[in-house]
């Protein structure tokens, strides 16, 4: 067993951090992380969409060079809240852009939900030879080619944050690509596993945000209601680990314990467990190939008296199997899926739509796509405004 030498660690320079949505979920949850360990980040900017409260708050704690707000408006609030520290503010895409291929930046943690802002900031990180720590799954689905292409240009390293990627990522360590013969995705099944699908049409926003065993952002939640997110980190893994579809198993495991597990070519299995926690999947991308001891919260066997495995009813929720049927179509066929995805769930969540109709709206807009199957960023943006329109369209007309 290799443990860490603490000399070696404290010799280590500051890691230097860009933390993109770090007023959400995953954001709040990375600078716990960095609390934990002072010396060994430095945080270099922080960035937000709206929430210009919080991140003035973290401004003042963590010192940034730069933050970046998701509007010019919001930008100007920030910039007048912060006058009196030497820090610089920028406004929208172009300042993510920019944090995240800054000199002075290490690693860059991709936290802000959602393809429209998340994809170009990762592209731009790669190239510029970062090391990005990925939550953002929306970007591996509509962009994983890119993606993959942008890592190979550059030298920079993508490293999974998703807790099932960061899984199966820790379970492939010191393995043999060759020699693994599927991935197991573990499913919670989300708050709907056990309640009979017809009573879908009365579920409401909050008994479709009240996750059993996650705190996430409003939209992974609603997608893990829907289990869409699971159809979603199918995608994913494709890209982060150069599978196929066939290679990709997705398995019910409702204690969420199992985050994820490999199969090998000699009929060997390899899973990593622990009590749900994200910090530890961020801290990890953060720390590797070290593991830092932290205090996180220990399994307790003595709590733990059975682990359930179940096969998934793409039935109950068809979310799944409409994105394997675009991982198999491929092409903009997954940016189509993540953009009506994207759309329905805001729609949901203002309450304009019912939860029945988020695969509804979804699976009306996969069949009206017209395929492009070698799609440049350009070429996936339009596809996503397309689809986007789609399900606007539906909602005002046949939804309902
Ligand atoms: P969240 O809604 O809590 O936070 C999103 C962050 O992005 C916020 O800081 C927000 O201000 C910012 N943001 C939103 N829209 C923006 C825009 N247009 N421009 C700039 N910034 C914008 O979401 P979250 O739950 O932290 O999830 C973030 C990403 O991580 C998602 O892609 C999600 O799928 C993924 N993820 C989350 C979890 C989790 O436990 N929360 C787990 C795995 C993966
Ligand atoms: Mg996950």
């Known amino acids: 067993m290799t443990t860490l030498e603490p000399s070696r660690v404290l010799n280590e320079s500051p890691q230097r951090l860009a933390v993109l949505g770090a007023t959400g979920s995953i954001g709040t949850q990375t600078l716990d992380v960095v609390r934990l360990f002072p010396d060994r980040f430095d945080v270099r900017a922080l960035t937000c969409g709206a929430n210009v409260d919080l991140l003035t708050e973290q401004a003042r704690e963590f010192r940034p060079e730069i933050v ?27 300042g ?3 944090v995240a291929a ?10 802000v939900v959602g393809f429209t802002a998340g994809l170009v900031p990762v592209l731009a990180a790669l190239r510029a030879g970062k090391r990005v720590a990925l939550a953002n799954k929306e970007t591996m689905v509509v962009g994983g080619d890119l993606v993959q292409e942008a890592v190979e240009e ?6 999974p944050v998703d807790s099932e990627h960061s899984a199966i990522f820790q379970c492939i360590a010191g393995e043999s690509e060759q020699t693994v013969e599927t991935v197991v995705l573990t499913a919670s099944g989300g708050p709907f596993r056990t309640r009979p699908a017809n009573t879908f049409d009365d579920v409401t926003v909050d008994e479709a945000l009240n996750h059993p065993n996650w705190s996430m952002g409003p939209k992974i939640t609603i997608d893990s209601a829907t289990m869409m997110n699971k159809g979603l980190e199918v995608i ?6 150069d599978l196929t579809v066939d290679e990709i198993q997705v398995l019910v495991h409702p204690q969420s314990i199992v985050h994820s597990m490999v199969a090998f070519a000699d009929g060997a299995v390899k899973a990593q467990l622990g009590v749900p926690d994200m910090k530890v999947p961020i801290q990890y991308a953060l720390s590797y190939p070290s593991r830092w001891p932290a205090p996180h919260e220990r399994l307790d066997w003595s709590e733990v008296s059975r682990l359930d495995f179940e096969q ?5 929720f068809p979310c799944l199997q409409l994105a394997y049927d675009a991982l198999d179509a491929g092409g903009t066929a997954p940016a189509v899926l993540n953009a009506a995805n994207e759309q329905a769930v805001s729609l949901f969540l203002e309450e304009e739509i019912a939860f029945v109709d988020i695969p509804r709206a979804i699976e009306d807009v996969m069949d009206q796509l017209t395929l492009n199957g070698t799609p440049t960023l350009e070429d996936l943006s339009d596809a996503d405004e397309w689809a986007r329109e789609c399900v606007k369209e539906l909602a005002a007309t046949s939804l309902n």
């Open 96 to 98: 993510l852009r920019h």
């Open 312 to 316: 998934p009813d793409t039935d109950k």
């Open 154 to 159: 550059g030298d920079g390293e993508l490293l």
């Open 102 to 111: 800054r000199d002075d930046v290490d690693s860059v943690v991709a936290a």
């Open 236 to 241: 994913e893994a494709r890209w982060l680990f």
């Open 68 to 94: 970046v707000a998701g509007s010019a408006p919001k930008a100007k609030t920030l910039r007048h809240r912060l006058s009196s520290l030497d820090i610089e503010v920028l406004a929208g895409e172009e």
